[in-house]
């Protein structure tokens, strides 16, 4: 096991995340390859002394931290609207590159990003869509590969959240220029899991999008320097509700939102098969839950996924696993591919999240022109 040295860029909740995650690589999984090590980080001049009390070597200037020889690997942290600057500096570094989703808040810019990328032979491109680490999805993937239950007739996803009521001020998230609104943030996840699951994309959508709140408190900078608390024009989605056709003649829907009241974090998928279905729940997110109809005395059947047999069972099995569990596989995944290993489970590759990116590009043209779109006009 070799050491590789990381830099994080951002310090914000994923950045902190990355803090823990790292070293428990090669403490959680003793066959990894390389052992990863937090070597520097860029952080803003408000964050620098918390940054420097968890050990970090900080650095204020973003594209030095990219560009010098301190790292070989570069772990992007940053708002939405960072992301694409960053991961072009650290592709043409020739650093391998592990991303935040989305890849970016535009089609354009996720396709750029992409053929960078692919451009450079050997080099890591990874997007941290991370409930591909969630042992129940990994199973659920397997029950569509080995074809369970036969064709899939239709979909479910929705990734709903509550904390963008009326009394949540203006941030970087409802910022059009840097966030991409609840689509980019959330339902991005959920178009991930319905291709890492079943292995479709939509072809064609239909969809509705609305801003519940057109304004949101937040500081402004005025011409003398001074700051001030003004409304703020909030020009984001709040919610986004989608009905698509897949390439195989099933139908789906999609919802997302973040005023969905006492919702914290409430994601999952229903798959109804020819003959079954599966769903998962993060609100049990150790548990896939299997309708086999051929079963005597059929019904629902709740598996537990963090027990042998499984991927990514780290502990005896029933000790629950969460976020902090997944996004270390997430780690472990990325140096194994870095090595030229075979996944446990495929990554999301910067290519994977180009094509999330059309389909939300798709779902946005949908709403503005009031039609069903065909992915295939969206490049």
């Known amino acids: 096991m070799r050491d590789m040295k990381v830099a994080v860029l951002g310090f914000g909740?994923?950045?902190?995340?990355?803090?823990?995650?790292?070293?428990?690589?090669?403490?959680?999984?003793?066959?990894?390859?390389?052992?990863?090590?937090?070597?520097?980080?860029?952080?803003?001049?408000r964050e620098a002394d918390a940054a420097r009390k968890l050990g970090w070597d900080v650095n204020l200037d973003m594209m030095d931290t990219i560009q010098n020889d301190k790292s070989e690997y570069v772990d992007i942290c940053l708002p939405n609207a960072l992301h694409y600057s960053a991961a072009l500096a650290a592709i043409e570094a020739k650093k391998h590159v592990f991303c935040e989703k989305p890849l970016a808040i535009s089609v354009d810019e996720a396709r750029e990003m992409t053929e960078a990328a692919e451009a450079v032979p050997g080099l890591l491109n990874s997007v941290n869509f991370i409930y591909r680490r969630c042992p129940a999805n990994v199973f659920a993937r397997q029950i569509v590969q080995e074809n369970w239950f036969g064709k899939l007739l239709e979909a479910r996803s929705y990734y709903n959240q509550s904390w963008g009521g009326p009394n949540t001020g203006f941030g970087w998230r409802f910022d059009v220029k840097a966030g991409g609104g609840t689509l980019g943030d959330l339902g991005s996840h959920a178009i991930d899991m319905l291709y890492f699951v079943t292995g479709m994309r939509p072809s064609e959508v239909v969809a509705t999008?609305?801003?519940?709140?057109?304004?949101?408190?937040?500081?402004?900078?005025?011409?003398?320097?001074?700051?001030?608390?003004?409304?703020?024009?909030?020009?984001?989605?709040?919610?986004?509700?989608?009905?698509?056709?897949?390439?195989?003649?099933?139908?789906?829907?999609?919802?997302?939102?973040?005023?969905?009241?006492?919702?914290?974090?409430?994601?999952?998928?229903?798959?109804?098969?020819?003959?079954?279905?599966?769903?998962?729940?993060?609100?049990?997110?150790?548990?896939?839950?299997?309708?086999?109809?051929?079963?005597?005395?059929?019904?629902?059947?709740?598996?537990?996924?963090?027990?042998?047999?499984?991927?990514?069972?780290?502990?005896?099995?029933?000790?629950?696993?969460?976020?902090?569990?997944?996004?270390?596989?997430?780690?472990?995944?990325?140096?194994?591919?870095?090595?030229?290993?075979?996944?446990?489970?495929?990554?999301?590759?910067?290519?994977?999240?180009?094509?999330?990116?059309r389909t939300i590009e798709a779902i946005r043209r949908s709403h503005r022109e009031r039609r069903w779109v065909k992915l295939d006009e969206i490049k």
């Open 13 to 45: 909740a994923m950045g902190r995340a990355r803090n823990v995650a790292y070293p428990n690589v090669a403490k959680y999984y003793g066959d990894s390859p390389i052992n990863p090590v937090i070597t520097q980080g860029f952080v803003l001049e």
């Open 209 to 357: 999008q609305v801003t519940h709140v057109k304004e949101r408190m937040g500081n402004v900078t005025k011409s003398d320097g001074s700051v001030v608390r003004e409304p703020i024009p909030n020009e984001v989605d709040d919610g986004t509700r989608v009905v698509y056709n897949l390439p195989n003649g099933g139908i789906g829907s999609l919802e997302c939102t973040r005023n969905a009241w006492g919702t914290e974090n409430t994601q999952g998928y229903e798959f109804y098969f020819e003959n079954g279905a599966i769903r998962w729940s993060y609100d049990e997110v150790n548990y896939l839950e299997v309708y086999d109809p051929s079963v005597r005395g059929r019904g629902w059947r709740r598996v537990l996924c963090n027990q042998g047999g499984f991927a990514y069972c780290h502990f005896a099995g029933g000790h629950m696993d969460g976020y902090r569990d997944f996004l270390t596989s997430a780690c472990y995944e990325n140096m194994r591919a870095i090595e030229g290993m075979d996944p446990i489970a495929p990554i999301a590759t910067f290519r994977d999240a180009y094509e999330v990116e």
